[in-house]
């Protein structure tokens, strides 16, 4: 992390150029309770560029059509647009195929699909499925309940006092009986970015699969799924600066192939009689039913922008954000940051003396700042360091330090209330 002294205060001459940013996004034209809107929910969901938006509104306006299916012009449109968008998440994951990339309605989906449909083929009793202390409960229950239903055993790399995974624990619970590892890049609930690289090879080398979610890292980390190795990846559009209810699963073609699939109807199929189904090729034999293309394109969309300011010139300014936050939340008394690890991603979650997280949110939305208090999905994180809760401010490349600065004014009169 680099010192937060060495960069400017005027974010105007940070490389990224947030001022002119945040004009890409429509949402921070209007105030909040009165006041302008200071977003640091970013970890729940990101906003929206106009460049998304309005792939979107064109999208409906000149392009709408089913895709795979009609032979006319707005179909072959419609199908070339969900087609590029594969291509797009494919190059921006550095994928070997664009086959192997599997829309889904975001990293639960993709991971409900690995769960059900590898898990139930090739898991059985007494084999064993390591995860994290720190997943989000999207990367806990489907492999508690293929757990269930095949009798392999959970087993949990623990987490150490700063938030990170214990890897020489880790290595202890690998074995031959370990068939699968599911593990986050980045915590959603304390910012801890996980070396998944060395966390795979460690499980490949007893030949067992890992999937990584994605969730977290893609909007602010480059991903490359081929220097990883990992055999699965998920992440989800609305964390990226896209719509809603879309995402990717990435998957080795190999493992992909010898998959049944996860559901099916339409479009999932070569051909069909009473007697008996003959699936489609990848990707479509995981895309039953009409897709979500709008969804699609502005994921492309979302994509492009996130590449048209560059994911290293983000990663930058973004690890400069947080150095700068982490100072000046810690300059307050009484607050204690949970999730301090050495590699970090923008998020910070903290606790206050004697002021529940819920009020500290209530308060600082009256002043038009948004941030999460809860346990953020993350039950066993929370569990873990003893509390019930935490209050998160989880920040993006489109946040200043003038808004940080505005966060410790309400966190100060925070702490003014709760004095009275
Ligand atoms: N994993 C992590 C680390 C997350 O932060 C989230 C969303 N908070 C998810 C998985 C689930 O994502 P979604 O709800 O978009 O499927």
Redesign the pocket.
């Known amino acids: 992390m680099k010192n937060p002294k060495a960069v400017s205060s005027d974010s105007r001459t940070t490389a990224l150029g947030t001022d002119k940013i945040r004009k890409d996004f429509p949402i921070f034209s209007q105030n909040i309770h009165g006041k302008p809107l200071v977003y640091f929910d970013n970890?729940?969901?990101t906003q929206k560029p106009r460049a998304v938006i309005d792939a979107l509104l064109f999208y409906y306006q000149t392009q709408n059509a089913n895709v795979h299916r009609g032979i006319h012009y707005l179909s072959e449109i419609a199908t070339s647009l969900y087609e590029a968008s594969r291509v797009k998440i494919q190059r921006f994951l550095n994928a070997r195929e664009s086959k192997e990339i599997i829309f889904v309605?975001?990293?639960?989906?993709?991971?409900n699909l690995v769960a059900h449909s590898y898990g139930r083929t090739y898991l059985k009793r007494g084999d064993e499925i390591i995860i994290s202390g720190l997943?989000?409960?999207?990367?806990i229950v489907p492999w508690q309940i293929l757990s269930e239903q095949t009798g392999a055993v959970l087993r949990v790399i623990p987490v150490s006092d700063k938030g990170e995974l214990l890897l020489e624990e880790y290595e202890r619970l690998l074995s031959k009986r370990t068939k699968f590892v599911a593990v986050?890049?980045?915590?959603?609930?304390l910012g801890t970015i996980n070396p998944v690289k060395k966390i795979i090879q460690m499980a490949h080398h007893w030949n067992a699969r890992v999937l990584v979610?994605?969730?977290?890292a893609v909007p602010h980390l480059p991903v490359d799924v081929q220097d990883l190795d990992c055999d699965f990846y998920?992440f989800?559009?609305?964390?990226i600066y896209g719509p809603?209810g879309i995402?990717a699963l990435y998957g080795k073609a190999g493992l992909l192939e010898a998959m049944p699939p996860y559901q099916s109807g339409g479009d999932m199929i070569s051909y069909v009689t009473f007697g008996k189904t003959l699936y489609n090729t990848l990707p479509y034999k995981f895309e039953a039913g009409t897709p979500h293309i709008e969804g699609v394109i502005g994921l492309g969309a979302a994509i492009d922008y996130v590449l048209g300011l560059g994911l290293d010139k983000i990663e930058t300014y973004e690890r400069e954000l947080l150095a700068y936050g982490t100072k000046a939340l810690l300059s307050l008394p009484g607050i204690k940051i949970i999730g301090t690890a050495k590699e970090k991603g923008c998020i910070l979650s903290f606790v206050m003396d004697g002021v529940h997280p819920h009020d500290i949110a209530t308060i600082l939305d009256r002043q038009g700042i948004a941030i999460r208090a809860g346990h953020?999905?993350?039950m066993p994180v929370m569990e873990r360091f003893g509390l019930p809760a935490t209050a998160r401010a989880s920040l993006a490349f489109y946040n200043t330090r003038g808004e940080i600065d505005a966060l410790i004014q309400a966190l100060k009169h925070v702490r003014e209330v709760f004095k009275t």
């Open positions: 970890a729940a969901t309605r975001g990293a639960t989906e993709g991971i997943e989000h409960h999207s990367n986050g890049h980045m915590s959603n609930a979610d994605g969730a977290q998920v989800s559009g609305h964390k809603t995402g953020h999905c993350a």
